[in-house]
């Protein structure tokens, strides 16, 4: 810092600048110096707090210092007007550097960002949202459990594709239109949350290089499904910035788009990027800091996105002290990371004083850190018109009651606990109103001052806020829990004496079954992958010794041709056809693929063929049995990878389709089972819990997708699973997916 001073201040100042640092340690400057401090010119880019990443620095005499690093001082009012001119002069010449024009926010279709203050990202996945015995959405019943565990959200992100997306050529728009119902199920559903007062955003994947390429360029193609969906908005994963072609490709089609990065776009596109993800992970300190897009734009929406964190105060907190939201995330991917009691509680008190205060927390005034009489409380003050709102946080461990803030005197002014729902009466104290209310221990405050009667808005907040705040936050667990897991059941067939035709018989045998989930993100955490009827909990790595009874299972995966005579003697007429043998014409497959094996059917399509054969759906560890044999070896043929027992790897966009099941016989298994790896994915088993369902796929596929490791990935080893997230017949149904079966033997 000194040495930016010795530029611009003459030799005397520096000297006594210098002196002043050497008898009192950075952090413990005299009011003098920081006076200087406060007068100083301000040059283009001379700024002594600039953003790291995406927050702004308190200043300096914010945080408690030991005695080793100078002791502690605390901030006064000089030191405060001196942090606050040096970010307003940053905002000011940033906006000059960058051409700012914030036009974007004043379009009567975005003003809904400014509340949008609690989004999920919700996995199609999740059972709570669609109903696959019913074959409907359930949109409703979705928003009530969100309403009953934490108050109920503003906007949600409707999340489709990863990791789905890349086990076929569907692009991200094709796993839209896949959804139950296709585009016109997806609209309709759409109007459910509008009717809710809830808006709708995707996810955009500018990763996704390597399936179907779309008719039209990106930003046309993506504001032309959004318009006939009516959409809200769009994520853009993995994006720092989502260009500005997009958002004028949504207004050329005169439906536009609100446009969310997940990661901090430049400050220019802020003009055309009107929300934002905060993603603070490892950022978050005692004393918060100042979110620069919500400095830089006011009615910028920032959402708080923590998704692997298991504790969501500091989420909660810093999306306060800032006027901003919080992703609440729970669905990451299939694994449930839910929000704790608490956790809940609290964001229903915060979301509900958000959105009753909506307006001031827009307001170009915000200042943040107001002055507070006890450390480790945090104020912001967001003046509007000749009312002014104060939301606060408590930092500390500890409750704080009594006298709290300190604002000018105003003959006729009252104040309002909007967090506890009563009016305060102030002390007089000099030319000061000393405010005393109390805070719970990491908890929320609000103070609204008004000349007024209370709208008849902050009236339902308050008498809202005091129903809600009438328990402590402390009452409600804080203790975070996994949900248990548990196998669907596979009932027995009727055991067979003999091989039944095209069967191999599966001796059995005592069997350490090892095989390990693999999945892009999760590492080990508890959740990640499934929890096997053994274990306590889904977890990523498993191994178990086990008796594996005798068997026969289908020496091939079945083909079209066997699919076919299923259909015509069952009459089989699945209740969701959407996707059903999306390959077939006129009812047959297409010539010359009699004995490739059936894909595009789901695991309610297999299980229905398995019940007419008589047969059945073979659980993992059978299916890795039959592969692997006693010897434990790697690959259905042996330890080392054979390109010659597989089908070539498709790696191009539009797919050639699979080999005929008796290709490759170098791939058979110790049993002489054929074709278990490489050609289509093969159904096993079934998990599910009370918020997601996934079928484990063994065997991979012959299709490789390029470009990205987003994918859906692969598990060629006998030691491998994949794990398909399931939703519905017409959206878990792929092109590389089939099944083979297996009969229980006396």
Known sequence: MLNRFKRFVSTTQYKEAHRASVIRPMGRFSSGFLLLLASLPLFPQDTHYAPKNQLIPAANCLSLKGAWEGGYVPCDPVTHEAWLKDIRHWRLERRIRIGYNGWRYDQPALQWIRSSFIQPQMMVQDRYFYDPVACKYSVDRYLDDLEKRYGGIDAVLIWPTYPNMGIDNRNQQDMIRAMPGGIAGVKQMIADFHRRGVRVLFPMMMWDQGTREPEASWPQAIADLMKQI????????????????????????????AFEPEGSPSDEALAWNVMTWGQYGGQFNFVPGVDRFRWLESRHMVNISDRWNRNKTDDLQYAFFNGEGWESWENIWGIWNGITPRDGEATRRMATIERGIAPFLTSTDWEPFYPTHRYGVYASRWPLGDETVWTIVNRNEYNIEGRQISVPAQRGMRYFDLYHGTELKPEKEADSAVLAFQLEARGFGAILATHNEPSANIHNLLSAMKSITAKPLASYPSEWKTLPQKIVAIEPTKPAANPPANMVKITGGDYVFKVEGIEIEGFDDIGVDVQYPWEDMARRFHEHR????????????ITNAEFKDFIQAARYEPTDKLNFLRDWKNGTYPDGWANKPVTWVSVEDARAYAKWAGKRLPHEWEWQFAAQGLDGRKYPWGNEWQASAVPAPDQGRTLRGPDEVDAHPAGASPFGVMDMVGNVWQWTDEYIDDHTRGGILRGGDYYQPQGSIWYFPQAYRNDQHGKLLLMAPSYDRAATLGFRCVVDAQ
């Open 546 to 557: 086990m008796q594996i009874k005798p068997f026969y299972m289908d020496k091939f995966p």
């Open 230 to 257: 009516d959409a809200d908005g769009i994520n853009g994963d993995t994006q720092d910035g989502v260009p500005v072609a997009f958002s004028e490709a949504a207004e050329k089609d005169g439906h536009p788009l």
